[in-house]
Structure formats: structure tokens, C-alpha cells
């Protein structure tokens, strides 16, 4: 069932459309990442959903319940939404202890003493904070802050979590960390999660649905982190998940070559569909192309960087330059050699940018 419904929502800023006629349905219990480039319309998205921005139109609904409309014109306060918030700068209050920053919003909604330490206990629990309960926000670290928003979103029970860009902030370390505690989390209490970031490595590791936008919000694949991956809808999908090439190609006695270097030998026997004249562009990840000392397409190694596990090749066929990554381990080749490149995976766009099956 639908747990939290976004209808055709739209936001402009002057002659900016931050977010346009965007429409997506969240199932209950759905972690759901947003994922996109700067400035493409996702914390504003989200700001919509809080409750902090209204809509020039569309609407928002948790369950049946309509939480803004621009027809109504009716948008129910923020507090009274009940989604816990954490935002990508460290949003603790400095003058109150730890424990009294997670009971903040129990005690806005009025709880008792009694029930606000318990509840207040047992978030703190959770996010390892029980400890510093008594501490001041500056006696601690990058992680314990953001745990303490974390600690402080969880702690009245929200069914729907809303998460810009949390981890930002944190070394790489901490941030592995808190993507599994945030996790456990869901587990724990699940609730709805909506996830803002421009990781892909976080967007992967958290959700069970990917969202990759572009400018507007508007939608460019929906699908499972998996699928994201493997099968990107169209071209721009494709480039902002992953290191990419992109290569021209021509074909020649039924097979497919990188265009201008067939002496180098054929790419594949597997033509993909095209109508006559410009077969599609071929898309590889680095890391899905071979090295090889005999056959394979024929180049020359022009540039060589280790990245610690891993080393980035430049190797050159004909005019076309081809971007390798192969782990450390495996026999390495030296600047000036030559070598042969397989592609074991290979991905066809036509000149609309959309995928093309082979
Ligand atoms: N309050 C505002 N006033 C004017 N323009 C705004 C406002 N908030 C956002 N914008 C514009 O709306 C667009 C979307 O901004 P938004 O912050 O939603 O992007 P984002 O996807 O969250 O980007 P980032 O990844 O950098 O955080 C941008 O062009 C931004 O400049
Ligand atoms: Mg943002």
C-alpha cells in the first residue's frame, strides 16, 4: 500500500522550476533514494514534504491523508506532520545535553516526564549515545552529532523519515557506519524512509529503490539499486552512475567495431538493432573491460594510475581513448604497451539517449 503519495507536485523559484510535476508513490516500511545531481530539485522535494516550502502545484498525501494541496490550498504544519528530519548540517542545539536535545520534541508534543525518559532512553539507546547522555553537543564528535539528530527523529515513533544528505559531513569511515545503523533503524521501527544524497555508494548500499533525477526533479529511472546499476534506462542515467566510456561505433562484415580502428579487430558479433546508417553508442564501465596480452581489441596503454586497489588504465585504440580499471592483482601492463581489450559488458544508447537492447 502506498504509504506516502507526491501528485504532480511543482515548485518555482522566480523563473527557476525547481521541481516539476513530479509524481511517486512510496510504499510503507521503503527506504527510497533520491539521487541526482546539485541543484536538480531534491531537498527541495523534500522541504515540499516536511512541510517547510508549499507547492505552486500538486499535492502530498500520507496514507489517505492530504498533507499539502496547492487546490485547498491547505498544508499542515510541519510539527504536526510527525517525519522525523535530519538535515545535512549537524542540527543539535548547542546549550541543551544530549539527552535533553532528543527529548526536544517530545516535550513540544507534550508528553509526560515519565514517558518522555523512556522514550528518550530508548532513542539514545539505539544510537549508541546512552553514554554521553549528559554531554553538551561540542564535547563531541562529527558522528555522535549527527546521531543525535538521528536519535532525536526517531525518538516520537515517526512512521516516514526524512534524510538530506545526513552523512555528508562525516569522514568516509564514519559515514559506512551510520548507513548500517541507519538500517538497523528501519528495521527496528519501520518506518518510511525518503533519502537525499548525490552518493551512489550510499544511495546503493541504503535503499530499496533508487531515484535518479535530473534538473526539475524530473524522473529518469525508478528502479532497484540493482537494476540502477546493471540496466541504466537512458545515457544520462548511465554517466552519473559509475565511471563510464562512451564510443562510436561502425559496423562491417556483422560485426561491431570502435569506429575508424577495425585493423584493431572487432568489439562484438552481436550487432544491436539500428536503423540504417548510425548504429548506437556503445557504453562500458571501466571496470567491465578486460586487459588481455594476445587478441581482444588492439591498443597501446597511454597512461597507467595506481588508485591503491585498484589501477586506472588509459589505453588508446586508433583515435578512440578507452578508460580501464582493472584490480591491482591481476598482470599489470606498463605505459607503451600494447594489449587487447575485451568487453565483457556492453550497453547500446540510440541518439536519443535511450536504451537500445542488443
Ligand atoms: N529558497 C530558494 N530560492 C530560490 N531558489 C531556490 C531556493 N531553493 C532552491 N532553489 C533553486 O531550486 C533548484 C533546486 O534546488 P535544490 O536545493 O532542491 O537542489 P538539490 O538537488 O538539493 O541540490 P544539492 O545536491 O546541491 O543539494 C536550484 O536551482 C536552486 O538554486
Ligand atoms: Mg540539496
Known amino acids: 500500500m502506498a504509504h506516502v503519495i507526491l501528485r504532480d507536485i511543482t515548485k518555482r523559484f522566480g523563473s527557476v522550476v525547481a521541481v516539476d510535476k513530479l509524481s511517486l508513490e512510496v510504499a510503507r516500511g521503503q527506504c527510497i533514494s533520491f539521487l541526482g545531481p546539485s541543484g536538480c530539485g531534491k531537498t527541495t522535494t523534500l522541504r515540499m514534504l516536511a512541510g517547510f516550502e508549499d507547492l505552486d502545484e500538486g499535492e502530498i498525501l500520507v496514507g489517505d491523508r492530504v498533507i499539502s494541496s496547492s487546490f485547498k490550498n491547505y498544508y499542515l504544519p510541519p510539527e504536526k506532520r510527525d517525519f522525523g528530519m535530519v538535515f545535512q548540517a549537524f542540527a543539535v542545539w548547542p546549550h541543551l545535553s544530549v539527552f535533553d536535545n532528543v527529548a526536544f520534541p517530545l516535550q513540544i508534543r507534550g508528553l509526560s516526564r515519565a514517558e518522555i525518559r523512556e522514550k528518550t532512553t ?21 558522528g555522535q552529532k549527527q546521531r543525535i539528530a538521528l536519535a532525536r527523529s526517531i525518538s516520537f515513533n515517526p512512521t516516514v523519515m526524512l534524510l538530506d544528505e545526513p552523512l555528508s559531513n562525516l569522514d568516509p569511515k564514519m559515514r559506512e557506519v551510520m548507513r548500517f545503523e541507519i538500517k538497523e533503524l528501519q528495521k527496528r521501527f519501520n518506518f518510511t524512509i525518503i533519502y537525499v544524497t548525490h552518493d551512489q555508494a550510499e544511495a546503493m548500499a541504503l535503499s530499496d529503490r533508487i531515484v535518479v533525477m535530473d534538473f526539475g526533479a524530473l524522473i529518469q529511472q525508478d528502479d532497484t539499486p540493482v537494476d540502477v546499476y546493471l ?3 537512458n545515457k544520462f542515467v548511465f554517466s552519473f552512475i559509475g565511471l563510464s ?4 561505433v561502425e559496423v562491417a562484415d556483422g560485426k561491431v567495431f570502435l569506429a575508424g580502428t577495425r585493423p584493431a579487430g572487432p568489439v562484438t558479433a552481436v550487432v544491436p538493432p539500428h536503423a540504417a546508417g548510425k548504429p548506437p553508442t556503445l557504453a562500458c564501465r571501466p571496470a567491465e573491460i578486460e586487459m588481455v596480452p594476445t587478441g581482444g581489441v588492439r ?14 588504465y588509459v589505453v ?4 578512440t581513448e578507452v578508460r580501464v580499471q582493472r584490480n591491482v592483482r591481476k598482470p599489470l601492463f606498463g605505459e607503451g604497451d600494447r594489449c587487447g581489450l575485451v568487453f565483457a559488458a556492453l550497453h547500446w544508447y540510440d541518439e536519443s539517449g535511450a536504451r537500445v537492447s542488443a
Open 122 to 142: 530508548k532513542a539514545l539507546t539505539y544510537t549508541g549515545l546512552l553514554d554521553a547522555r549528559d554531554s553538551y553537543p561540542n564535547e563531541l564528535s562529527g
Open 231 to 233: 540496466k541504466p534506462a
Open 245 to 248: 566510456n562512451f564510443l562510436d
Open 299 to 312: 591498443g597501446v596503454v597511454t597512461r597507467r594510475v595506481l588508485l591503491g586497489d585498484i589501477i586506472d
Open 316 to 319: 588508446k585504440v586508433g583515435p
